[in-house]
């Protein structure tokens, strides 16, 4: 048999359950990619031959791109794709994959507030550990959005949330990452033809339904979109990877695509990499998730397939030294220690929450992340 090999593409899914990583549509140079795939990280593997899987024949809908993506259910094995561009403007703005029948369904939603369904695109969806997915800001067709959704992934249910005066401005193609407190980070994107800039650092407090924004310090990086986002192995720092700014069109340089944010100050840096002979090239609209040991960068725009993995590896096991690599290695993460607090030292910002809500749910974070690697 043809081993599958996927085409290179930007604004895909990309959305890990039970060591498979689902990548689902995106948009390729000339036009909507309706493939579905994943690639196999429960064996090791080398990025030059990589172990994917095509599942493109379950597919029974358009194809999509700047699509949200999440794991929940109440199994927490169904995948859930939210709204995106697609060539067809009544296709529903919820799917859901059943990991282990491999079969689709479309969601039928209960819809509070808004009463109808409705689509937006270049979004990031966050699932909190109570399974609800988060859906801030992104694009309508028109214009950037500054309004957040949620939906129950075991109920259902679809609610609009009150903002309040603190909530970050209208973006799209931002940052975001679900933080050890169960509260969400957001960082940058874009909005009127400029990127955010990233000392603006928005803390959305699931628990409260309040937004908090802090001012970073240290060596801030350039305001930019369309990069991407994790949250550390100890819990203590979010890391970001590439991204682009509009006027450029084209990916940031290699010595300015990743930096790390300490959540106890606040403060940027550029960690340390090892083996600085291969760091890669930059990427933008590309997908970065956490799996082991290693933050797993899938496709993008800004590199040649030709000579570079569609995925890339960063061993960020070690978090004095990073080190680029090419070989993935199954096995549970090195680092277990989590946040225990996030405080602020700006007089422009205040304490996110009391130090035993945030022990609580450090805690909860850590048993949820031993189930899910185990």
């Given at each position: 048999?043809?081993p599958?090999?996927?085409?290179?593409?930007?604004?895909?899914t990309?959305t890990?359950?039970?060591?498979?990583?689902?990548?689902m549509?995106?948009?390729?140079i000339d036009?909507?990619?309706?493939?579905?795939f994943y690639l196999?990280?429960?064996?090791t593997?080398?990025?030059?031959?990589?172990?994917?899987?095509?599942?493109?024949n379950?597919?029974?809908?358009?194809?999509?791109?700047?699509?949200?993506?999440?794991?929940?259910?109440a199994?927490?094995?169904?995948?859930?794709?939210f709204?995106g561009?697609?060539?067809?403007?009544n296709?529903p703005?919820?799917?859901?994959?059943?990991?282990?029948?491999?079969s689709?369904?479309v969601?039928?939603l209960?819809?509070?507030?808004t009463?109808t369904e409705?689509?937006k695109s270049?979004?990031?969806?966050?699932?909190?550990?109570n399974?609800?997915?988060y859906?801030?800001?992104?694009?309508?067709?028109?214009?950037s959005l500054?309004?957040?959704?949620?939906?129950?992934?075991?109920?259902?249910i679809m609610?609009?949330?009150?903002?309040d005066s603190?909530?970050?401005?209208?973006?799209n193609n931002?940052?975001?990452?679900?933080l050890?407190?169960?509260?969400?980070?957001?960082?940058?994107?874009?909005n009127v033809?400029?990127?955010?800039?990233?000392?603006l650092?928005?803390i959305?407090?699931?628990?409260?339904?309040?937004?908090?924004?802090?001012?970073?310090?240290?060596?801030?990086?350039s305001s930019?979109?369309?990069?991407s986002?994790?949250?550390?192995?100890d819990?203590?720092?979010v890391i970001i990877?590439?991204?682009?700014?509009?006027?450029?069109a084209?990916?940031?340089?290699?010595?300015?695509?990743?930096?790390?944010?300490?959540l106890?100050n606040?403060?940027?840096?550029i960690?340390?990499i090892?083996?600085?002979s291969?760091?890669?090239?930059?990427?933008?609209?590309?997908?970065?998730?956490?799996?082991?040991?290693?933050?797993?960068?899938?496709?993008g725009?800004?590199y040649?397939?030709l000579?570079?993995s569609?995925?890339?590896?960063?061993?960020i096991?070690?978090?004095?030294?990073?080190?680029?690599?090419?070989?993935?290695?199954?096995?549970?993460p090195?680092?277990?220690?989590?946040?225990?607090?996030?405080?602020?030292n700006t007089?422009?910002?205040?304490?996110?929450?009391?130090?035993i809500g945030?022990?609580?749910g450090?805690?909860i974070?850590?048993i949820?992340y031993y189930?899910?690697?185990?």
């Amino acid at each position: 048999m043809i081993p599958f090999k996927p085409l290179q593409r930007s604004f895909h899914t990309a959305t890990l359950i039970n060591d498979k990583l689902y990548i689902m549509g995106g948009k390729s140079i000339d036009s909507n990619l309706n493939e579905f795939f994943y690639l196999d990280t429960s064996v090791t593997f080398n990025i030059q031959n990589l172990p994917w899987v095509d599942l493109s024949n379950t597919i029974t809908f358009p194809s999509s791109y700047g699509t949200a993506s999440v794991k929940g259910g109440a199994n927490n094995d169904t995948l859930f794709l939210f709204g995106g561009n697609t060539t067809n403007p009544n296709t529903p703005s919820l799917y859901m994959f059943d990991t282990q029948s491999h079969s689709w369904i479309v969601a039928s939603l209960i819809v509070k507030n808004t009463g109808t369904e409705f689509r937006k695109s270049y979004l990031t969806g966050i699932i909190d550990n109570n399974r609800k997915m988060y859906l801030f800001g992104g694009y309508d067709g028109l214009k950037s959005l500054n309004d957040m959704f949620t939906i129950d992934t075991i109920k259902l249910i679809m609610g609009e949330v009150d903002m309040d005066s603190n909530a970050p401005t209208p973006r799209n193609n931002y940052g975001a990452t679900l933080l050890p407190n169960n509260n969400i980070i957001y960082l940058g994107g874009y909005n009127v033809e400029a990127e955010l800039q990233l000392d603006l650092v928005y803390i959305y407090n699931t628990m409260n339904n309040n937004w908090n924004m802090m001012i970073a310090t240290g060596t801030v990086p350039s305001s930019r979109n369309s990069f991407s986002t994790i949250l550390g192995l100890d819990g203590l720092n979010v890391i970001i990877f590439g991204g682009t700014t509009t006027f450029s069109a084209k990916s940031l340089e290699p010595e300015d695509s990743i930096y790390e944010l300490n959540l106890s100050n606040f403060e940027w840096n550029i960690p340390k990499i090892s083996n600085t002979s291969k760091i890669p090239s930059s990427r933008m609209y590309h997908k970065a998730n956490v799996i082991g040991n290693y933050m797993v960068v899938s496709f993008g725009i800004g590199y040649d397939p030709l000579t570079e993995s569609d995925i890339l590896l960063l061993d960020i096991s070690n978090k004095n030294e990073y080190a680029w690599t090419n070989t993935f290695v199954n096995s549970p993460p090195s680092t277990t220690t989590f946040v225990k607090s996030i405080t602020t030292n700006t007089p422009k910002s205040t304490q996110l929450t009391n130090f035993i809500g945030l022990i609580i749910g450090s805690l909860i974070y850590v048993i949820i992340y031993y189930i899910k690697v185990n």
